[in-house]
């Protein structure tokens, strides 16, 4: 008996491959992705509507109209709002007097759509329930 003696001649190589690191990692990625996946909806919640189906603004009594024009300009019916973050305090004002909160976009076709998604959301931070894009209908 030899103590301190490693026998060299009965090494044999390890020839699998430990896989459980490997799966440790994965269900820890899992579990982040599942965690952070519902905190991923960001941005506005509008469904745009489709113009052959949208009803016409006709029907509707006196509405709220916000419209960008390709210049910039933003406006609540006829009066200019002078930038978008007096947009929302100016439609809560005039959306105090009214019992349905609802507004429609009326956008030029030349402003970026970047643009209208900004303008979107100021119109949803004034507290808006319903929000109408305007549109052109096809021309046949």
Known sequence: MEIGR???GNRRTL???NVTPFVDVMLVLLVIFMVTAPMM???VDINLPEVSDAPSLEGVQDPVVVSLTDKGELRIGRSLVPELEKLAPALQQVLSKRN????FLEADRLVPYGEVVKVMAA???AGVEKLGMVAEEPKR
Do not use: L, M, W, Y
């Open 100 to 103: 349905e909160k609802e507004v």
């Open 15 to 17: 020839s699998q491959i």
């Open 6 to 8: 490693r026998d060299s």
């Open 41 to 43: 909806e960001t941005g």
């Open 123 to 125: 119109i949803k931070q």
